[in-house]
């Protein structure tokens, strides 16, 4: 009987080690894939949060995206940002560089980092961003005045991206939405319609009263002759 249990668990011993050496160790920053192999990523994960401040109510109120059906900006405006970033791992991140890129239309007008006008970019780099900890940059930029935008849409929408790039390499993005509403011409103005509508008289029931007229007209013309030759 105990050389049975001796058999027995030197057998469990060898059938784990021989499991522990011909299987992928399990990470949180792991997936399984088909096969039975796995996908690691580096254990130094971030997020990037690209929130954009919903007009008319300032000092807060930041959303990811705000809809066709939500407030609108207006040309001209002022439009603020948040950018949100997260040390979601264990362990420090020694850098970081977040780049911002504004959409067509709006420009930079604060931020920190340097901005790059050819390419209408805002870059900025963290430094030692420690486990767990989040980081929130403001961002302002400015709608392009109603000349610059398309003259034949009511309303755009625009998104705005940010990227973040640690030092490994790894990258992760966030973008937001928000909507600009202007005065298309020749939609909201009458007086631009009037000027090139061109009426003319009717022609049904409504002209025979004036075509018996004409009768008396031309009677009243050849007394008129008559009265000149006396």
């Known amino acids: 009987m105990k050389k049975l249990l001796y058999t027995i668990l030197l057998t469990g011993i060898f059938a784990g080690a021989f499991v522990a050496l011909n299987t992928t160790p399990a990470f949180?920053?792991?997936?399984?894939?088909?096969?039975?192999?796995?996908?690691?990523t580096t254990s130094y994960t971030f997020t990037v949060e690209k929130l954009v401040q919903v007009p008319g109510k300032g000092g807060g109120n930041f959303v990811n995206n705000l809809s066709i059906?939500?407030?609108?900006?207006?040309?001209?405006?002022?439009?603020?940002?948040?950018?949100?970033?997260?040390?979601?791992?264990?362990?420090?991140?020694?850098?970081?560089?977040?780049?911002?890129?504004?959409?067509?239309?709006?420009?930079?007008?604060?931020?920190?980092?340097?901005?790059?006008?050819?390419?209408?970019?805002?870059?900025?780099?963290?430094?030692?961003?420690?486990?767990g900890e989040t980081r929130t940059y403001n961002v302002t930029g400015q709608i392009a005045g109603s000349s610059s935008l398309?003259?034949?849409?009511?309303?755009?929408?625009?998104?705005?991206?940010?990227?973040?790039?640690?030092?490994?390499?790894?990258?992760n993005s966030s973008s937001s939405q928000f909507c600009v509403e202007q005065s298309v011409l020749g939609t909201s103005t009458p007086q631009v319609y009037s000027t090139t509508v061109t009426t003319t008289p009717a022609t049904g029931p409504e002209?025979?009263?004036?075509m018996a007229l004409i009768p008396g007209g031309l009677g009243g013309f050849v007394l008129r002759k008559k009265a000149i030759k006396k």
Do not use: H, R
């Open 28 to 40: 949180a920053d792991c997936q399984e894939i088909y096969g039975g192999t796995q996908t690691c």
């Open 69 to 131: 059906n939500d407030a609108k900006y207006a040309p001209g405006q002022d439009v603020n940002f948040e950018i949100l970033v997260t040390n979601t791992s264990s362990q420090t991140i020694s850098s970081l560089t977040v780049t911002d890129a504004f959409p067509q239309y709006v420009t930079y007008v604060s931020g920190p980092g340097t901005y790059n006008a050819n390419a209408n970019t805002l870059t900025f780099t963290l430094q030692d961003l420690g486990a």
């Open 207 to 210: 002209m025979l009263p004036l």
């Open 150 to 171: 398309p003259s034949d849409q009511g309303t755009i929408c625009l998104i705005n991206k940010a990227t973040g790039t640690d030092n490994n390499g790894t990258q």
